[in-house]
């Protein structure tokens, strides 16, 4: 039989861990401590990098698509849309707080999660795993759409003084033309419509579901649809636009006053107030 440890042994043993590790409720408590205020921390910056999805960049997105969709009245009536944003006032405060500094928070943020996050539909096919990494796709696809966009014309403007009343004529230059036959332009602008209207659409179901607006299954199958029916609509905007600039076609047709109708000028035109009391009767054939 083995004989027994004796107290000399386990004090050996302890006396060998050596003071390098200690470990207190204090130190344990610190570390506690600090995990939860960076857990606390990221739980913030996922909330507001979930809100600004939608308020302001989801609603810069549909203004965009709906003021855009003027040109379908004309060059005059896009100027003038474009020209009532350019007289607002405080409108540098509301493009650079309102616009611009949460776009850049929103995609880069986007981006962070997208490389922190593990994607695995291959193991676990469920339609939101799916939706979750078509979501983080989409949203870079977009971001390098909005960047070709913002330099097209925003930086345009800004180095060299590109002026708004010539957006129209240079959106209507770039998207009709063609090389090898084909609009790339054009299908670049259709992709990058598609991306960004499909990580609105869907980001903003999510929205919905991650800040408890809709609860049950029910809710969150009614908030789905008219998310995908929104997105499907405000792609309808962009698209048509974008066709209408690439080849002046477009499934719209505009109210036109219709001009009134204007006789001709050898043709004698007897008012029905003063025709007289024969004039709808069949003429008379004179006697032979």
């Known amino acids: 039989m083995t004989e027994p440890l004796s107290v000399s042994y386990y004090s050996a043993a302890l006396s060998a861990l050596g003071p390098a590790n200690p470990v207190s409720l204090s130190d344990s408590a610190t570390d506690g401590g600090l995990a939860a205020r ?3 921390r990221a739980f ?11 308020v302001p960049v989801g609603v810069f997105l549909v203004e965009h698509l709906w003021t855009n969709s003027k040109a379908l009245q004309g060059a005059d009536a896009f100027a003038g849309a474009v020209n009532d944003i ?6 540098p405060l509301i493009e650079i707080f309102g616009i611009f500094l949460p776009l850049a928070y929103h995609s880069f943020y986007g981006v962070y999660l997208a490389v922190q ?37 925003r930086v345009q403007k800004w180095l060299y003084g590109m002026r ?8 209507e230059a770039h ?16 992709v990058g419509i598609a991306v960004t209207v499909f990580h609105f659409a869907n980001g903003l179901s999510g929205f919905c579901l991650s800040w408890g607006i809709t609860v049950t299954r029910a809710a969150q199958r009614r908030a789905s649809i008219a998310c995908w029916a929104l997105g499907l609509a405000l792609f309808g905007l962009g698209a048509n636009t974008v066709l209408f600039f690439a080849t002046g ?31 709808g009767a069949p003429p008379t054939i004179p006697p032979h």
């Open 38 to 40: 960076a857990s606390h």
């Open 44 to 54: 913030l910056l996922k909330r507001l990098h979930s809100i600004t999805g939608v």
């Open 86 to 91: 350019q007289g607002l006032p405080y409108l």
């Open 117 to 153: 996050g593990r994607q695995n539909p291959l193991e676990y096919r469920y339609a939101r795993n799916w939706l979750y990494v078509m979501q983080r796709m989409s949203g870079m696809m977009a971001l390098v759409f909005i960047l070709y966009h913002l330099g097209e014309f």
């Open 164 to 171: 708004v009343e010539s957006f129209y004529q240079t959106l």
């Open 175 to 190: 998207l009709s033309a063609t090389y090898w036959g084909v609009p790339w332009t054009a299908l670049l602008y259709l």
């Open 249 to 279: 076609s477009r499934f719209y047709v505009r109210n036109e006053i219709v001009p009134a109708y204007v006789a001709p000028q050898d043709v004698d035109v007897v008012s029905p107030v003063n025709a007289p009391a024969n004039a």
